[in-house]
């Protein structure tokens, strides 16, 4: 319980540091030290995604991942957080379609491709206790995957 309390409360913190910079980023566009705080609190609340994701909080997980995705959908991991919580809420269809959907995007994190972030998440997710049938769905499908686009940029083009 203690462990969950510590959660809920790094991600209200999130939270109000989000709108803060946030706001103060709508007043003063032209400076690049809130742009850069900005920036880092949204990769935190798309790791924060992650780590409810690990802990097995689902609904927290997604709405983390869509906080983040909301101000910066061009960073393609926080849609993988996004995909593996709607899976575990039972959205498969939902998780499928963002799963395929950047299939083959060469940079998704750190000069990982959206394949191999993919499936290593799966790989830590299997370590956490975490499973789902569509893991190994979408595990075949990019693996069967050669041929990835040029490049994370016409994967987000592709996007609804």
């Given at each position: 319980?203690?462990?969950q309390e510590r959660y809920d409360e790094a991600f209200a913190a999130s939270l109000e540091e989000f709108a803060v910079l946030d706001a103060l980023q709508e007043k003063g566009r032209d400076n690049p030290q809130w742009r850069e705080d900005l920036d880092r609190s949204v990769a935190g609340l798309?790791?924060?995604s992650y780590e409810f994701l690990l802990a097995q909080h689902f609904a927290k997980a997604l709405e983390a991942a869509d906080g983040a995705i909301g101000h910066d959908p061009d960073i393609l991991w926080f849609h993988t957080n996004r995909a593996h919580a709607l899976m575990m809420l039972g959205r498969e269809d939902e998780a499928r379609t963002l799963?395929?959907?950047?299939r083959g995007a060469n940079d998704a994190h750190s000069g990982t491709s959206w394949n191999d972030l993919v499936v290593a998440d799966f790989a830590e997710m299997r370590e956490a206790g975490i499973d789902h049938p569509l893991m190994r769905e979408v595990e075949s499908v990019l693996k069967q995957t050669h041929e990835p686009v040029p490049d994370a940029e016409?994967?987000?083009q592709t996007a609804p």
């Amino acid at each position: 319980m203690r462990r969950q309390e510590r959660y809920d409360e790094a991600f209200a913190a999130s939270l109000e540091e989000f709108a803060v910079l946030d706001a103060l980023q709508e007043k003063g566009r032209d400076n690049p030290q809130w742009r850069e705080d900005l920036d880092r609190s949204v990769a935190g609340l798309g790791s924060l995604s992650y780590e409810f994701l690990l802990a097995q909080h689902f609904a927290k997980a997604l709405e983390a991942a869509d906080g983040a995705i909301g101000h910066d959908p061009d960073i393609l991991w926080f849609h993988t957080n996004r995909a593996h919580a709607l899976m575990m809420l039972g959205r498969e269809d939902e998780a499928r379609t963002l799963y395929l959907k950047y299939r083959g995007a060469n940079d998704a994190h750190s000069g990982t491709s959206w394949n191999d972030l993919v499936v290593a998440d799966f790989a830590e997710m299997r370590e956490a206790g975490i499973d789902h049938p569509l893991m190994r769905e979408v595990e075949s499908v990019l693996k069967q995957t050669h041929e990835p686009v040029p490049d994370a940029e016409q994967a987000k083009q592709t996007a609804p």
